[in-house]
């Protein structure tokens, strides 16, 4: 059945939100948490939850539950996020959001009554580009970072998460751990887009998850001196973007060094940043990700001493400061299993991506499904589900659901 699902040949619900935070310089869409763009896409998805009769509130850290019923424990929950990394795609988290929504509706069409409390959740900047921290909102209300620390994290602008919070009308002392929310969640299971291309070649449109990479990011500060591009001489110079470049190809050379391994800088700032200034700072980000927490950290560290021999001789100083952290996440295979095997026997299917669902995978039963990518492309406009594709996934999260409640 999917009468009303599709709408201009993707989901209607994407559909409904494909104009907004649109980023006309880098493509795609930028939608960050607490900006205009991320509050157009709260106010929608808390219309379409009042379409379906649910009732949605925001709690302590920023997340959105719309409940079917009344709210209470050994709830089953489902959703995922609505920001975005800058210039990002249409599917990562909003086709989670939009596919519980959907299959919550179609539950209802046909009169099924739940045995147990259901909601749908948005978590807060699940993607970290504001922030620069990974999965915040779940990782708040696990206590997997402290309010303290989330509340002096800031953005490219100098803005606090305190006082972004404020300005949303969330009250930044109540940031924190929220044991009523997370004591309410019985199993909570999150659908998303497939970042990866196994399903094309496994001939199916979805799969369960079985394990997410060990993958954290860590700041490199390169520093050197400022001068007058003119007015130095090339030999005179203590240039931290060239030390900076050079640190980047150490980078790429650690992870090639390392069986399963991925390292990515995909993001820099030179300060000052004038054409005609030796810059006399450089700050990157470095995304590592390996099979084990092991594997990781001895990336990590390979990666901290080639940086240093690269500089060196430069008249630069380099430091590799960690800024997240999140260890290797095995979903309950029995879980899984029982899942996939609801589902007729779809893959278990591991990913290097992080998800909320792994945040909360060590304080509650957590499980994930995945919808075909065909190309493998994510965190980029060129993204892209299969309208049918996404209607499987709707129909998948919809068996899943009567199967548990």
């Known amino acids: 059945m999917t009468d009303g699902l599709i709408a201009h040949g993707r989901l209607a619900g994407l559909d409904e939100i494909a104009g907004v935070g649109v980023d006309p310089a880098r493509g795609g869409y930028s939608r960050h948490v607490w900006t205009p763009a991320e509050s157009e896409l709260r106010e929608w998805f808390t219309a379409r939850a009042a379409r379906l009769e649910l009732d949605v509130e925001t709690d302590r850290n920023g997340n959105l539950w719309a409940w079917w019923g009344a709210p209470g424990p050994d709830a089953v929950v489902t959703g995922s996020h609505l920001d975005s990394v800058p210039g990002g795609g249409a599917f990562?988290?909003?086709?989670?959001?939009?596919?519980?929504?959907?299959?919550v509706a179609r539950l209802q069409a046909t009169g099924f009554q739940p045995s147990r409390p259901v909601a749908v959740v948005v978590f807060a900047e699940e993607e970290g580009s504001r922030f620069g921290v990974a999965c915040l909102g779940s990782r708040l209300l696990s206590g997997a970072i402290t309010a303290d620390a989330a509340r002096a994290l800031t953005d490219a602008d100098g803005v606090t998460v305190a006082e972004a919070a404020a300005a949303a009308g969330l009250a930044p002392e109540h940031l924190g751990r929220d044991d009523e929310a997370l004591g309410r969640i019985g199993l909570f299971i999150e659908l998303h887009v497939e970042q990866g291309r196994g399903l094309i070649d496994l001939g199916s449109p979805t799969a369960v998850a079985s394990s997410i990479l060990a993958h954290g990011r860590w700041r490199l500060r390169v520093s050197g001196q400022g001068n007058h591009a003119g007015a130095t001489g090339m030999r005179e110079?203590?240039?931290?973007?060239?030390?900076?470049?050079r640190a980047v190809i150490a980078v790429e050379q650690a992870a090639l060094a390392t069986d399963d391994a991925r390292a990515t800088v995909g993001r820099m700032r030179i300060v000052p940043g004038g054409t005609n200034v030796i810059a006399s700072?450089?700050?990157?980000?470095?995304?590592a990700r390996a099979a084990t927490d092991a594997s990781t950290r001895a990336l990590v560290a390979d990666i901290e001493s080639r940086v240093q021999e690269a500089v060196a001789g430069s008249g630069c100083t380099a430091e590799l400061v960690e800024e997240s952290w999140s260890g290797v996440v095995e979903f309950d295979p029995e879980l899984a299993a029982r899942l996939a095997g609801t589902l007729g026997?779809?893959?278990?299917?591991?990913?290097?991506?992080?998800?909320?669902?792994?945040?909360?995978?060590?304080?509650?039963?957590?499980?994930?499904?995945?919808?075909?990518?065909?190309?493998?492309?994510?965190?980029?406009?060129?993204?892209?589900?299969?309208?049918?594709?996404?209607v499987a996934g709707v129909e998948a999260l919809e068996t899943l659901l009567r199967s548990v409640l």
């Open 92 to 103: 990562d988290g909003p086709l989670g959001v939009v596919s519980a929504l959907d299959a």
């Open 237 to 245: 110079r203590r240039d931290p973007v060239v030390a900076a470049a």
């Open 345 to 390: 026997g779809v893959p278990l299917l591991p990913t290097g991506a992080g998800h909320d669902a792994g945040v909360l995978n060590g304080a509650v039963p957590t499980a994930m499904v995945f919808v075909r990518n065909p190309t493998g492309v994510s965190h980029s406009p060129e993204e892209f589900a299969e309208a049918d594709d996404c």
């Open 281 to 287: 700072e450089v700050d990157a980000w470095v995304d």
